[in-house]
Nanobody, 127 residues
Framework: QVHLVESGGGSVQAGGSLRLSCAASGYTHSTYWMAWFRQAPGKEREGVAAFAKDGYTRYADSVKGRFTISQDNAKNTLYLQMNSLKPEDNAMYYC?????????????????????WGQGTQVTVSS
């Protein structure tokens, strides 16, 4: 059973920063690929950033240059450093994990490619 728990969300003014964390347990952490997604009210879920075990990353165009995804294998924790936050970054942020073989070993930002999900953490950015 894969278990993902997000934390670090909160309220911040535009231009500010937050760091989200996702604590992972219950699977072989050294092999799974992980990602961050977000969903704002009335909008579809959006892939934000993904991280492969060899350090390869992928970002949505909307966050490139502002967000950084990273992973601490010793702590089994995935991070999302979010800088220069904008009101359009308002959303519930979710951590997800998947066996890379199910993606055909191509790092994906599609939610359907990820089998395991956390409960989410809310990010609110005020203008």
């Amino acid at each position: 059973q894969v278990h993902l728990v997000e934390s670090g969300g909160g309220s911040v003014q535009a231009g500010g920063s937050l760091r989200l964390s996702c604590a992972a347990s219950g699977y072989t952490h050294s092999t799974y690929w992980m990602a961050w997604f977000r969903q704002a009210p009335g909008k579809e879920r959006e892939g934000v950033a993904a991280f492969a075990k060899d350090g390869y990353t992928r970002y949505a165009d909307s966050v490139k240059g502002r967000f950084t995804i990273s992973q601490d294998n010793a702590k089994n924790t995935l991070y999302l450093q979010m800088n220069s936050l904008k009101p359009e970054d308002n959303a519930m942020y979710y951590c997800a994990a998947a066996d890379p073989a199910t993606m055909g070993w191509v790092l994906s930002l599609r939610g359907a490619d990820y089998a395991y999900w956390g409960q989410g953490t809310q990010v609110t950015v005020s203008s």
